[in-house]
């Protein structure tokens, strides 16, 4: 399963959120039909870009909890100070990543920052 985790500032343009994700599994050297699915923070769920990009890859968007988002936060590679505030977590992008690629997941690599939208790419076997 690969998971494409999703933070943005709010009111982000889906262009911004597909151009976030196109960067991030570029860096991988992965294609968008390798994705699973998309997740954010929960407290995203009414963030339209990300809703839209998920219709437009047509894969779902998962919501990660704040204590999904603590569970996995000390495996997240990168650290913004504003994620901390607003999230409690370290990294939207990459611990909703974490959290719905499943227990065992693992990052590819840190986010890439795309204008208002960031983006991880977590992987899991199980």
């Known amino acids: 399963m690969i998971v494409a985790g ?13 151009a976030a994700i196109n960067a991030a599994l570029k860096a991988h050297a992965l294609s968008p039909t390798a994705l699973s699915a998309l997740a954010t923070a929960k407290f ?13 890859l047509q894969l779902p968007v998962l919501l990660a909890d704040e204590a999904a988002m603590q569970v996995v936060s000390l495996r997240a590679l990168t ?7 607003v999230s409690g977590a370290p ?3 990459e611990t909703a990543a974490l ?8 990052l590819l690599g840190p986010r890439t920052v795309h204008g208002p939208v960031t983006c991880a790419i977590a992987e899991s076997n199980a």
């Open 6 to 18: 999703i933070g943005c500032r709010k009111n982000a343009s889906v262009d911004d959120v597909l």
């Open 44 to 56: 995203k769920q009414d963030e339209a870009a990300i809703i839209a990009a998920g219709q437009r």
């Open 79 to 85: 650290q913004s100070q504003f994620s901390l505030a």
């Open 91 to 93: 990294s939207v992008s």
């Open 99 to 106: 959290a719905g690629a499943g227990r065992l997941s693992r």
